[in-house]
């Protein structure tokens, strides 16, 4: 093992109740004589907990080392960042079974805190769209099962809280702030894709501020959502402003994280692209930002909803007709609502927004994403061109819930 992968092994890897010096002699030890990075810490938890998605919860509880689902470690010597990385945040990684009279699935969701709450994706609780009564099982990351029940969701963002039911505490992830994030930064997606619970995988941030369309998965007024793909037309559909990767994900790291080398959540997966029918992974995965994920959450934990903010414009996508081919420059405003937070902020017809708080705007569909990422009430600053001059004005957004 490297001095760095060593040092940031031992400064990452939560071991609770443990003195720096018993922790250090305990990896010490550990890299001596056994292939297992447990990652995890002493733990109170169900004593006749089945192992599989579906078991009973126990009722014991007792105190002692784990050996959860492993970051095998063959080489003791040239262990990677990204084992040290999983053994980081594993245990804050659930697999989630859903089931209802409409059918079953699987996904994945990070632990907000040590009671309980996990976030995830809104299609994984609603199964696609299908269903608003489901019947919820979490396998942690040492396979113990508890059950589950939703707080509330958030359509709009694709985003979910459950409260999972169980007499110990959890290892909450760690968010880190995803506006300091860079393309061609390290990334490790972690979570159940096909089922396979506690899946690592490895590959960079391809681009920021990406916008995407999903199908809507709100419930039980579509039964077509776009589950893990991009939109294909059918259906409500939603804009996502999002993270892309090339870290493998695939159905089923629904709701999963997306961690930097620090072991921090960066994004919450949500989508993958595809080509030529298939419907695994190709490199194009992506996730919902931390910031955005980590506000609708605590939102809703609070309240049962998440707030969304509202501009108070119809724009089109514009184009450079003076070019010699036609290419996207922003979103023109072709309508105001009366006494909304454009008009009230100085927006006019005709306008072409061209950034929202400092990101460029180059269409409809991407300012519509990143105001909706807001939270009702939040300022901003609208870059925008009028008659051939750029203008700066700041606004207060309105409440898309009151339109």
């Known amino acids: 093992m490297s001095d760095y992968n060593r040092q940031f092994l031992f400064e990452a890897t939560p071991v609770q109740g443990f003195t720096p010096a018993k922790k250090l ?11 297992i990075l447990t990652g995890g810490a002493i733990l109170v938890i169900g004593a006749s907990v089945g192992a599989a998605v579906g078991a009973g919860v126990g009722v014991g509880v007792y105190n002692f080392w784990t050996r959860p689902a492993p970051v095998i470690v063959n080489n003791t010597d040239n262990v990677s960042w990204v084992s040290a990385v999983a053994a980081t945040a594993l ?26 709450y996990l976030l995830t994706n809104t299609h994984v609780v609603t199964l696609d769209g299908a269903s608003s009564s489901v019947k919820i099982e979490v396998k942690t990351f040492d396979g113990h099962v508890y059950s589950g029940t939703v707080v509330g969701t958030d359509p709009t963002n694709d985003l979910a809280v459950i409260k999972v039911s169980a007499p110990i505490k959890f290892t909450p992830i760690v968010f880190a702030d995803s506006n300091k994030l860079n393309v061609g930064d390290s990334a490790v997606a972690i979570g159940a894709p096909l089922g396979l619970s ?44 999002v993270i892309q990767t090339d870290a493998a994900i695939n159905p089923g790291n629904s709701g999963g994280a997306l961690l930097n080398q620090r072991g921090q959540l960066i994004g919450i997966n949500v989508a993958i692209a595809n080509a030529g029918g298939t ?3 190709i490199g194009v995965g992506f996730a919902i930002p931390s910031n955005v994920a980590q506000r609708i959450a605590n939102e809703i934990i609070k309240t049962g909803h998440a707030s969304h903010a509202l501009l108070g414009a119809m724009v089109s996508d514009s184009t450079n007709s003076t070019a010699a081919a036609s290419f996207t420059v922003g979103a023109k405003v ?15 017809i005709g306008d072409i927004i061209t950034q929202f708080k400092g990101v460029q ?43």
């Open 25 to 35: 002699t305990f990896f010490q030890r550990l890299a001596k004589r056994t292939t």
């Open 279 to 281: 419907s695994g992974s």
């Open 198 to 241: 506690n899946t690592v995988t490895k590959g960079i941030i391809s681009a920021l501020n990406r916008t995407i369309q999903v199908a809507s998965s709100a419930a039980p007024d579509n039964s077509n959502g776009g589950g893990l793909q991009l939109y294909t037309g059918s259906g409500a559909s939603v804009n996502l402003r």
């Open 91 to 116: 245990p804050s990684v659930a697999t989630i079974s859903v089931s209802s009279s409409a059918g079953g699935g699987n996904g994945s969701g990070v632990f907000l805190n040590a009671d309980g």
């Open 361 to 403: 705007i180059t269409s409809a569909s991407e300012l519509t994403a990143a105001v909706r990422q807001e939270k009702a009430g939040s300022q901003a600053t609208l870059q925008l061109t009028r008659a051939g001059n750029t203008i700066s004005l700041n606004v207060v957004l309105g409440d898309a819930s009151k339109q």
């Open 334 to 348: 072709v309508q105001l609502t009366s006494g909304g937070a454009a008009e009230k902020g100085g927006v006019k």
